[in-house]
């Protein structure tokens, strides 16, 4: 990626990636969510295996924000006021699992061998 495209979506340097950062973080923290939990482990197999690495209680939470913010959702509600400032939506848990699984199966188209999961249509 060039370096004008990286300063122009870095939101330290581009007002316009900070005023969409800061309107994501408000989103997300109207229903409790973080950006990680954006992530759909049905459309990538690199996800779903990087969910299945991490320690349980970190799943458990993260399925508490989704069905938190499902039932918000659907009564047409927002978290109160004094919960949606503890909420921290860019505090990553999934990212560094998920560069490691990127990682392997990189090391491992490398060398040639077979994948782990294959995508199959159910």
Known sequence: MSSFLQSFLDPKKSWLAAMHMKTITKRLRKYGLRYDDLYDPYYDLD???ALNRLPRE????RNQRLKRAIDLSMKHEYLPE??????TPFRSYLQDML???????????AL???PLYQRTIP
């Open 82 to 87: 004094n919960l949606q400032q503890m909420q």
């Open 47 to 49: 996800i779903k295996e």
């Open 99 to 109: 560069a490691l699984v990127k990682k392997e199966n990189a090391e491992r188209e």
């Open 58 to 61: 970190i799943v458990d939470a």
């Open 112 to 114: 040639g061998a077979l």
